[in-house]
């Protein structure tokens, strides 16, 4: 991935202006425990300096109460923006210590073409990135030496039109139909509580997402996930309220994640092979506490390298694709006297039957959320979660004794501070179990990674 410019770093502002976001000219000059020091303590100094009454009647975005902005969204026109700006440093382990940051912007609109006067029902969804970090043809796994990145907004330094779809609700949405450029992860494998985390792994799961296409064929990703989305068609029936069935199918060579891609790389990709998710949701109550449970597989037409031959005799042949299963659990265990969850408690898993054909034979994580764990700080969101990353015994053979180990385990605890209805500041401390060999040391240390994100909704 191919890194550009260096960033510089603001300190907050006064609530009317908020913060300028974090940046990295200043760390990448300093030591990282220090670095991450000067964040935690902006961090806690934000909390400190923004009381949740002075904030009661907030819009939801900073441009909330702009005339012009609310004219077009009475007319239809709902235009959207965030930015998430972030610094991780990792502290010990690891491959070496060293300091990363991320900026997404992410913007686009929407059109309600019931309020524009056209039919009931539909929309138009347009929705584009532009991604800027710290590194120049690096990543922060180079310091950190682990599989799944530690951030979920880490990509290519690139501006790309990512959804760009038109949908369609029927009968109060028992009924939803997308059609258009649209990533498979916006829909599936999703949990009501493993989005508070920020490890990559924690989002699209390694298990379904994690083995690319065969080197013959550009060892392109199989499914579009963020941060590449491909030409597809998503339908969703929920006939019945505990119940609810959705299936997608996506063009299957979409290109990579590179400078270059503005989005419309699979135009060039070929044969136009397709991608699957099927996914099935059911909500009842256990113990008198609501819950959900998820089961689904995907599937790719394309064919799969076969690590095995690769170790044998050094050529790799292909084989066909087979279905990944998952399954995920969502828990409300405990909730206040209003009836909002306080305590949530998810468990996701995936395996494929053909660990020959995967980098990721099986994967696994479980984690809850602490809701309002501060007094008068109602918004706020703490958790920890743990997520195990089972390599397949070929691609690890594969990658050499100093490649991936056995498995990769990843501890994350993080807390989510709302500081006004438009900015969330995030605390954030991973241990990354089992990474790449040190060549120093000739061991595998476990990194410790600090983080912080801030994130400013327009």
């Excluded at 059911?282 to 790719?300: N, Q, V």
Aim: proline share 6%; glycine share 10%; with cysteine.
């Amino acid at each position: 991935m191919a890194r550009r410019r260096k960033r510089e770093f603001f300190a907050a502002c006064d609530n009317s202006c908020a913060m300028r976001i974090l940046a990295s000219n200043v760390i990448r000059q300093m030591k990282v425990p220090a670095a991450i020091l000067v964040l935690v303590g902006a961090f806690v100094g934000a909390i400190k300096g923004q009381s949740q009454d002075a904030d009661a009647v907030a819009p939801e975005t900073l441009t909330g109460h702009w005339k012009p902005r609310m004219r077009l969204e009475e007319k239809g026109v709902q235009p959207f923006a965030s930015l998430t700006s972030e610094a991780w440093g990792n502290t010990t382990g690891g491959l070496k210590v060293g300091a990363w940051y991320d900026q997404l912007l992410d913007f686009g609109f929407q059109l309600d073409t019931a309020k524009l006067g056209w039919w009931e029902g539909g929309g138009f969804f347009v929705q584009a990135h532009w991604v800027e970090h710290a590194g120049n043809a690096s990543c922060f796994e180079d310091d950190t030496g682990a599989f799944n990145p530690v951030s979920n907004v880490m990509a290519g330094d690139q501006l790309r039109i990512f959804n760009l779809y038109y949908r369609h609700a029927w009968k109060d949405a028992m009924f939803q139909l997308k059609l258009g450029q649209i990533a498979a992860d916006d829909d599936f494998m999703g949990s009501d509580y493993s989005k508070l985390f920020l490890n990559s792994a924690f989002g699209a799961m390694p298990s379904q997402v994690g083995t690319p296409l065969a080197t013959s064929c550009g060892s392109t990703p199989a499914f579009p996930i963020y941060s590449v989305a491909a030409p597809g068609i998503f339908l969703r029936a929920q006939p019945v309220e505990p119940f609810y069935t959705q299936l997608g199918l996506y063009y299957g060579r979409l290109g990579l994640d590179k400078p270059g891609n503005h989005g419309f790389d699979w135009a060039s990709e070929t044969p136009p092979e397709l991608g699957l998710f099927w996914e099935n949701g059911f909500h009842y109550k256990l113990a008198d506490c609501p819950a959900t449970i998820r089961l689904g597989l995907t599937y790719h037409t394309g064919p799969l390298d076969d690590f095995s031959s690769a170790t044998r005799n050094g050529s790799t042949a292909t084989h066909q694709a087979v279905p990944n299963y998952y399954a995920i659990h969502d828990l409300q265990l405990l909730a206040d006297e209003k009836g909002q969850p306080k305590l949530g408690l998810f468990c996701r898993g995936g395996i494929t039957p053909e660990p020959e054909l995967s980098m990721v034979s099986w994967y696994a994580d479980t984690g809850l959320n602490w809701f309002a764990p501060l007094p008068d700080r109602t918004d706020d969101l703490a958790g920890i979660a743990v997520s195990y990353t089972k390599f397949g015994s070929a691609f690890r053979e594969k990658t050499g004794p100093d490649g991936v180990a056995a498995d990769e385990t990843t501890l994350e605890l993080t807390y989510r501070a709302v500081i006004t209805h438009w900015w969330t500041m995030q605390a954030d401390t991973q241990f990354l179990f089992n990474p790449a060999v040190n060549p120093n040391t000739n061991s595998r240390r476990t990194a410790i990674v600090l983080g912080l994100r801030a994130v400013i909704t327009f």
